[in-house]
């Protein structure tokens, strides 16, 4: 999904915000116009509800944004 690069700030700051309402983690890369997102849990080796919101969330913010 395409995001112009001037969003990129404000979508980083949405998605650690609504990471850290539900105790998750979400890591972000930018590299040549590209922004990737790693959701990361304290359980290494399982995939935790709080995991899968945030994964969802930051799909609906990126659909908001397109």
Do not use: K, N, Y
């Amino acid at each position: 999904m395409r995001v112009p690069e001037q969003a990129h700030g404000a979508l980083i700051g949405r998605v650690q915000r609504d990471a850290a309402t539900r105790s998750d983690h979400a890591q972000f890369e930018r590299r040549r116009g590209e922004l990737t997102f790693t959701v990361t849990t304290g359980f290494p080796g399982r995939v935790t509800e709080p995991d899968l919101w945030l994964a969802s969330r930051i799909e609906a913010l990126l659909a908001e944004l397109t």
